[in-house]
């Protein structure tokens, strides 16, 4: 007989091992309790009870009455009922999934207040003002979160009695101010359902555990989870816990802290701290709160108790905590607590510093960085200088250099960007519904809040640059504008410059400079916390990696500065990128010659320009292995646009003729689809010398390169190759130029000859193709393009973005590998090839080479090596360490 599903856990009942089915945030909750930590108790409605309403449309029948006696033993162990006329218990219900996903689901406070037990709440606390800004507050949640009310007709109404009592904030109205928007709150919700606010408590919460649930699919949390890849069927759990109380005055409060900077990583307590307030106070950023340094001075007792706490937690979790914490007349409540957001800045330096603290191992610290992160440590930042005084200064929340253009709300925000033009969203404060403008954005600018504040907390976990409470800046989104404290006004439509490591805006667009980590990472040289810890996660990376990580250069600087970048060797080298600009006419007059002497004259032409190249690139990469992949576009491409040469034929009253040739050969060459004409192999094969010619040019540079006493290690490449056929003609032609070389120079030339597989059928005969070849070198690019049967430039440009919104993709399989298809496809050749071959080299060079989740597939796939831009070397150096450690089982505690 099964085990009947159990749907609701006490807090005493659960542990932090329990977070997919208790959600991150209850699970927290009960390893805190578990620890001895002043934690208000409660209970979690499980994520498998949300699954089974989201599946139905209807709660477990078991859950109501799990609650029930959940709710009984929590009214017992604080001697109060739920919505009592005298001295009631109240209860907040928040979302809590398996992964934060910080303030994008709901959150109820003050669960059980009605038009009675108000007043015994205001009895029991002698405090009447207190009483009814809790009311109010409830009323306004759920108002807007379970009944669906506009959340701006209430912010309309209480901004209306503000500016009659001259008020500043909410915090400075009375009891009797509190008491009219209270009742209007409840006119309005009357008004816009159709019924009234509900006053019975068992109602209140049931409705509101509902409203968490649906919460999980709404628009916001669904960009979030799409945003960070979270999976769509995980579901959000419910924490039921009893309120305690920052807004009783003085002696009261309530305030987020971390155990570390999480913007920078410097050890000691970060945080904000807001007197007399209740927390959605310091995440709305509604009142600018205090540094938690200020608590020592309000209350030492508290601020040391918080501090042992956080101490306890950092130890505890071995990693940066983010807790939530409220001080109710003097005694401290601990209401939460997460491994917190960092930017990628803190993550690399907490690592760093925990491994040589022996907290954590070299191999968990580097678990915790990923490639990303890393990448974005190498943009650039700000060039300073003493003439450029910013407009406003304000909290540094998330650091980086961005430059854009002013936009005041999130739908301008999302509508300029997907024209391609950066911007810079400016709020007062941001709300969760401002989430698609601020992935839309380079950066986030706010007038209010801290570092603990939503614009904050969103922007480091995206990665975006973000600084807020820029007190300064009065913003005004209706007149879509900000005036500085000098009187300067800012309209949307202009360019701004934020620096969200020195927390400065700038008017205008400031000059980039190249980052310290991207400096570091090429000289080896550390300068600073930052860069000793990137260059150490680096150092342990390659150290336990098995993938060898190669760099896709066509020229000797990029060859030059791959190998700086750590590259050990060059997966692709595009000859067809050697024969633009000056070259171009070489190719043209190749294209147009009329006979066999025509054309192999135009080939010799292009022979030492080739052959230069080749040996430059050999050089710099000596030692190391440059795979030269032969020309692969079709030979239209290097010939002037149809078009353009019509026009000018067309304009010119004595045409060029050589204007003429070109364009009777643009047609003669015209194909319907390019992309599937003659490239590749096919054209080497087609066109009489050309092959002969590139492996010449390369033969001859190997033999240079030896002369000057070089270690050259040149592979050649054939590219979509469909046929065992193909390939064996184009081996047998590169072998006889390979061997008329050496007749020629005496020197013995054994040079590797592989293929590209990127198309489907080279895949599925990739043991025939093994009999040919001595590597495979997966081109991802083409690959994925040919087994979804798409255009890439197309595709991207007119329907992805509807297949990503309908979830059709959850990202691009031009960004990450396609492992149900094309990922299928990269296995069996590796399989069926090595079958044949066992020591068959295979690597892939297509972009996919460069990204952190292609990369741990490209590791359980067996292959050699990855290859990418010297751009993202050092972060697929990192990923293919991570990757190795992945199947240590390793658990990343982020």
């Not at 032409?605 to 990469?621: C, H, K, N, V, Y």
Request: one cysteine or more; aromatic letters at 6%; proline letters at 5%.
């Amino acid at each position: 007989m099964s085990t009947p599903i159990k749907y609701v856990y006490a807090f005493v009942e659960g542990s932090r091992d329990m977070a997919a089915l208790l959600g991150g945030k209850g699970a927290g909750l009960a390893e805190m309790t578990r620890l001895g930590l002043p934690v208000p108790p409660g209970f979690t409605v499980t994520t498998e009870a949300c699954k089974v309403y989201l599946a139905t449309g209807e709660e477990p029948p078991e859950l109501g009455v799990e609650a029930a006696h959940a709710l009984s033993a929590l009214e017992r162990a604080m001697g109060r009922t739920l919505g009592a006329p005298d001295d009631p218990l109240l209860v907040s219900v928040r979302s809590g999934a398996r992964f934060s996903m910080p303030g994008m689901m709901e959150t109820i406070l003050d669960i059980g207040l009605n038009d009675r037990s108000v007043t015994g709440l205001a009895k029991g606390s002698g405090q009447e003002k207190f009483a009814w800004d809790s009311y109010r507050r409830l009323v306004q949640m759920f108002g807007r979160t379970v009944m669906g009310v506009d959340g701006d007709l209430f912010e309309q109404a209480i901004a209306a009695h503000k500016t009659r009592r001259e008020a500043q904030s909410d915090h400075d109205l009375d009891a009797g101010e509190l008491v009219l928007i209270t009742e209007e709150f409840k006119a309005i919700i009357r008004k816009e359902t159709g019924e009234d606010f509900p006053q019975d408590p068992a109602e209140q919460l049931a409705r509101a555990i509902r409203s968490v649930f649906d919460s999980w699919n709404g628009e916001r949390a669904r960009v979030y989870r799409h945003r960070e890849h979270i999976p769509e069927d995980l579901g959000t759990a419910v924490n039921i816990q009893a309120m305690v109380f920052g807004n009783l005055g003085d002696g009261s409060g309530t305030g987020v802290a971390f155990t570390r900077d999480p913007a920078t990583g410097e050890r000691g307590r970060y945080g904000d701290y807001l007197p007399d307030a209740q927390g959605e106070d310091v995440v709305a950023g509604v009142r600018d709160a205090l540094p938690l340094s200020e608590l020592k001075n309000l209350d030492p007792r508290v601020y040391n108790e918080l501090g042992d706490h956080l101490h306890t937690l950092e130890a505890h979790y071995r990693d940066l905590c983010d807790v939530e914490f409220t001080v109710e007349r003097g005694r401290l409540w601990i209401l939460q607590t997460r491994v917190g957001k960092r930017t990628a800045e803190a993550a690399f330096r907490i690592a760093h510093d925990l491994r040589d603290d022996g907290t954590i191992t070299a191999d968990e610290a580097l678990i915790r960085v990923d490639g990303s992160e890393l990448t974005r440590l190498m943009f650039p930042r700000f060039e300073a200088k003493a003439t450029d005084l910013p407009l406003a200064g304000g909290v540094p929340a998330s650091p980086g250099a961005a430059v854009g253009t002013v936009v005041f709300d999130s739908a301008e925000a999302v509508r300029r960007a997907a024209t391609g033009e950066p911007v810079i969203l400016v709020r007062r404060e941001t709300t969760p519904d401002d989430l698609a403008g601020m992935i839309a954005a380079e950066a986030v600018l706010t007038s209010r809040g801290g570092k603990t504040s939503h614009a904050a907390v969103v922007a480091r976990g995206m990665g975006k640059v973000c600084v807020c409470g820029a007190e300064t800046l009065a913003v005004d989104p209706v007149a879509r504008r900000f005036t500085t404290e000098s009187g300067t006004v800012v309209r949307e439509g202009d360019t701004l410059s934020v620096d969200g490591t020195a927390g400065t805006v700038h008017l205008g667009a400031l000059p980039l400079t190249a980052s310290d980590v991207g400096r570091a990472l090429e000289t080896g040289l550390a300068t600073g916390p930052v860069t000793e810890a990137v260059l150490g996660a680096l150092a342990h990376a390659d150290s336990v990696r098995r993938l060898e990580v190669r760099a896709n250069a066509d020229t000797p600087e990029d060859a030059a500065r791959a190998r700086a970048l750590g590259a050990q060797g060059i997966g692709l080298c595009r000859t067809e990128h050697m024969f633009l600009g000056e070259r171009r006419a070489l190719v043209e007059a190749m294209i147009l010659a009329r006979d066999d002497t025509a054309r192999e004259a135009a080939l010799a032409a292009l022979l030492p320009p080739q052959r230069q190249d080749f040996t430059a690139i050999l050089e710099e990469m000596d030692g190391l292995p440059v795979t030269i992949r032969l020309l692969d576009p079709p030979l239209h491409e290097f010939l002037p646009d149809r078009t353009e040469l019509a026009v000018r034929l067309a304009s010119t009253p004595d045409p060029d003729p050589h204007d003429r040739e070109l364009l009777q050969a643009v047609e003669r060459m015209h194909e319907q689809n390019p992309m599937l004409g003659l490239r590749g192999v096919r054209l080497g094969l087609a066109v009489p010398g050309l092959m002969a010619m590139q492996v010449r040019a390369v033969a001859e540079a190997v033999i240079a390169r030896l002369r000057a006493g070089g270690s050259p290690r040149a592979e050649i490449m054939i590219p979509l190759v469909g046929t065992v056929e193909e390939l064996r003609l184009a081996r047998a032609e590169t072998e006889r130029v390979l061997a008329e070389v050496t007749a020629e120079t005496g020197t013995p030339l054994d040079l590797p000859i592989g293929t590209m597989i990127e198309l489907p059928r080279a895949a599925l005969t990739a043991a025939r193709m093994a009999e040919a070849a001595d590597f495979f070198s997966f081109g991802t690019n083409d690959l994925t393009q040919t087994t979804w049967g798409l255009s890439r430039d197309d595709a991207e440009a007119s329907f992805f973005p509807l297949y990503l919104d309908k979830g059709v993709f959850g990202v691009s399989p031009f960004e990450t590998i396609d492992e149900e298809g094309v990922g299928r496809l990269v296995e069996f050749a590796v399989a069926a090839g090595r079958a044949v071959s066992p020591r068959l080299e295979t690597g892939v060079c297509g972009e996919h080479g460069g990204d952190p989740a292609s990369i741990h597939f490209f590791h359980r796939a067996g292959l050699d090596y990855v290859s990418c831009s010297p751009f993202r070397l050092p972060a697929a150096r990192l990923e293919a360490g991570r990757a190795a450690l992945a199947e240590t089982e390793i658990s990343d505690s982020r």
